[in-house]
């Protein structure tokens, strides 16, 4: 991963990969990869929110999904134009 830190974009301590990923012959596993592990953390932060009060107006996976939308790695290109 050190060796794609070099096109990487930080937002809220996370590495989303944007520049070295077409040309590393690993890219797209590693973008799934990243994908899975960003998605699960999501999940889990939505869990926790469910856990205060008061608790999100949607079912946690769709706070989840939320969360993506407005944290995933759309959201970052949209903001690095």
């Not at 050190?2 to 301590?13: D, I």
């Not at 596993?29 to 009060?53: F, I, K, P």
């Amino acid at each position: 991963m050190a060796e794609l830190a070099q096109g990487a974009v930080w937002s809220n301590g996370v590495v989303v990969i944007i520049v070295a990923l077409p040309v590393h012959e690993d890219g797209a596993a590693r973008w799934e990869r990243a994908v899975r592990n960003a998605r699960a953390a999501l999940r889990e932060a939505a869990d926790h929110l469910h856990t205060l009060t008061p608790r999100p107006r949607y079912p946690a996976k769709e706070t989840a999904d939320l969360l993506w939308l407005w944290f995933g790695p759309a959201r970052l290109a949209h903001a690095r134009c």
